[in-house]
C-alpha cells in the first residue's frame, strides 16, 4: 500500500513539475519568471509572449492534472488516489524540480484535478472566477475568490472527508501564493486582465 502511495505521489509530482509556461518560454527563448509579475503561469505568459503561447500554457497545466489525477486514481485506486496524484502535481506546478523550485500558482492544474473529480463544484467555482474577471478584469482576485469558495462548497455539498481535506489544503495554497497579488489588490497597483501582449 505504502509503495503504491509513493508511487502516485511521485508520479503526481512529476507530472507537475513540467511547468508548461517554462517549457512554452524555451521556444521563445525567454524565461517568464523574468518578466511581468514573474509568475510562471498563464497570465504572465500572455503579457509575456501573446496569445498562442498562453493558450499551449492552458492546455499543458489542465492535461497534466488530469493525467495527474488519473494515475494516482490507477496506481494507489479509486478516489483517495487520485486526489494524492493530484494534489502532488499541483505542488509540482508550484515548486517544479526541474525548474529549481519556482513554478506558477497551481490554479488552473487546480481546476483541471478538481474537474476530474467534482465537475458541479469545479464549473460552480469557474463560474465565479468568469464573473469577477468580467466585472474587475483583475484574475488574482477571481482566482483567490474561487479558492475561498472551494472548501465553503465543499462543505456545504456535503462532500466525503478526502475531499474535504483536499479542498482546505488548495485553497490555502492559492491564497498564500497570491499573498503578493492580495497586497496588490488592496493598493490598487495590481494590473488587470488583458488580452493584448504587453
Known amino acids: 500500500m505504502y509503495l503504491r502511495i509513493a508511487l502516485a505521489i511521485i508520479a503526481g509530482y512529476l507530472l507537475g513539475s ?4 517554462l517549457i512554452v518560454g524555451r521556444f521563445y527563448e525567454v524565461d517568464v519568471r523574468k518578466h511581468g509579475s514573474g509568475n510562471a503561469g498563464m497570465t504572465n ?4 509572449l501573446g496569445k498562442k503561447a498562453a493558450l ?7 492535461a497534466k492534472g488530469i493525467l495527474a489525477y488519473l494515475a494516482g ?3 494507489y485506486g479509486g478516489h483517495p488516489g487520485g486526489l494524492l496524484g493530484g494534489t502532488a502535481c499541483i505542488l509540482g506546478h508550484i515548486w517544479p ?4 523550485f519556482r513554478g506558477g500558482k497551481g490554479v488552473l492544474t487546480a ?11 469545479a ?5 465565479v472566477f468568469i464573473i469577477i474577471l468580467l466585472i474587475t478584469r483583475y484574475v488574482s482576485l477571481g482566482s483567490v475568490t474561487a479558492a475561498f469558495l472551494f472548501p ?4 456545504v455539498f456535503g462532500r466525503d472527508v478526502p475531499t474535504m481535506v483536499f479542498s482546505g489544503i488548495i485553497a490555502l495554497i492559492i491564497i498564500i501564493k497570491h499573498r503578493e497579488n492580495i497586497k496588490r489588490l488592496l493598493n490598487g497597483t495590481e494590473s488587470k486582465f488583458s488580452l493584448s501582449r504587453k
Open 97 to 100: 524540480v526541474f525548474f529549481r
Open 56 to 62: 499551449f500554457v492552458v492546455l499543458g497545466d489542465i
Open 45 to 48: 505568459t500572455l503579457r509575456t
Open 123 to 127: 464549473l460552480g467555482l469557474f463560474l
Open 111 to 121: 481546476f483541471a484535478v478538481l474537474l476530474m473529480f467534482d465537475w458541479a463544484i
Open 152 to 155: 465553503i462548497a465543499a462543505a
Open 73 to 75: 486514481y490507477y496506481i
Open 18 to 21: 513540467l511547468n508548461t509556461s
